[in-house]
């Protein structure tokens, strides 16, 4: 069964950093893009970040970029996500969501989601 | 970057359809796929469309996705209605520079 699972998110004061951890399963990891989707309490989901195959491509929000880095380890089957400079308003359930596809033309299909970590920003 | 609209709610009783819609706001709907996935409570999201009009294996055939240029926008069509088919529904669609674009979300309520 293909899966994802997340951890690493938590309660932390504004400003402070967090580094997210998703590991998958049950599929070839190192054929797939990997994304970061959050969604606050509430809202809809909100894309953070991607990363290609072989790390050489990687993509963010306006929201978070210069405060969020996307990496990854295949060795591991791991993406990370490190998440520095905090804000009130990046407080969200944070998933982890695989390219449903790994050949071809990228649609963006993303197929499973991960049961997803919350960080909670809040002094 | 373009944003999807899609209706705040939708309300429909059991063993009939209904139609959610989801209106880009500029550029062409059919230059991008257009992916829907649904989310109940607590969980979540799961795909029921994927490339405008594709079910993934395990979505009934009462799931359907078209997109009509005319409107430039994508439904999601739900036949046959069930109460376990109460859920928020997303679209999803993409930039040229790969950025991911949701929806706002449909709240569809089976009375």
């Known amino acids: 069964e293909v899966s994802l699972v997340e951890s690493g998110g938590g309660l932390v004061k504004p400003g402070g950093s967090l580094r997210l951890t998703c590991t998958g399963s049950?599929?070839?990891?190192?054929?797939?893009?990997i994304n970061w989707v959050r969604q606050a309490p509430g809202k809809g989901p909100e894309w953070v970040s991607s990363?290609?195959?072989?790390?050489?491509?990687?993509f963010y929000a306006d929201s978070v970029r210069g405060r969020f880095t996307i990496s990854r380890d295949n060795s591991r089957n791991s993406v990370f996500l490190l998440m520095t400079g905090l804000r009130v308003e990046d407080t969200a359930r944070y998933f982890c969501?695989?390219?449903?596809?790994?050949?071809?033309?990228?649609?963006?299909?993303?197929?499973?989601w991960g049961q997803g970590t919350m960080v909670t920003v809040s002094s | 970057n373009f944003v999807l609209t899609q209706p705040h709610s939708v309300s429909e009783s059991p063993g009939r359809t209904v139609i959610i819609s989801c209106t880009r706001s500029?550029?062409?709907?059919?230059?991008?796929?257009v992916h829907w996935y649904q989310q109940r409570p607590g969980a979540a999201p799961t795909s029921v469309i994927y490339?405008?009009?594709?079910?993934p294996s395990g979505v009934p055939d009462r799931f359907s996705g078209s997109v009509d240029r005319s409107s430039n926008s994508a439904s999601l069509t739900i036949s046959d209605l069930r109460p376990e088919d109460e859920a928020d529904y997303f679209c999803?669609?993409?930039?040229?520079?790969?950025?991911?674009?949701f929806g706002g979300g449909t709240k569809l309520t089976v009375l």
């Open positions: 969501v695989r390219d449903a596809q790994s050949l071809g033309d990228r649609t963006h299909w993303l197929d499973p």
């Open positions: 049950g599929f070839t990891f190192h054929d797939h893009f």
């Open positions: 990363i290609s195959s072989t790390s050489y491509l990687l």
């Open positions: 500029s550029g062409r709907i059919g230059s991008d796929s």
């Open positions: 490339e405008d009009s594709q079910r």
């Open positions: 999803q669609s993409s930039t040229r520079t790969n950025k991911i674009v």
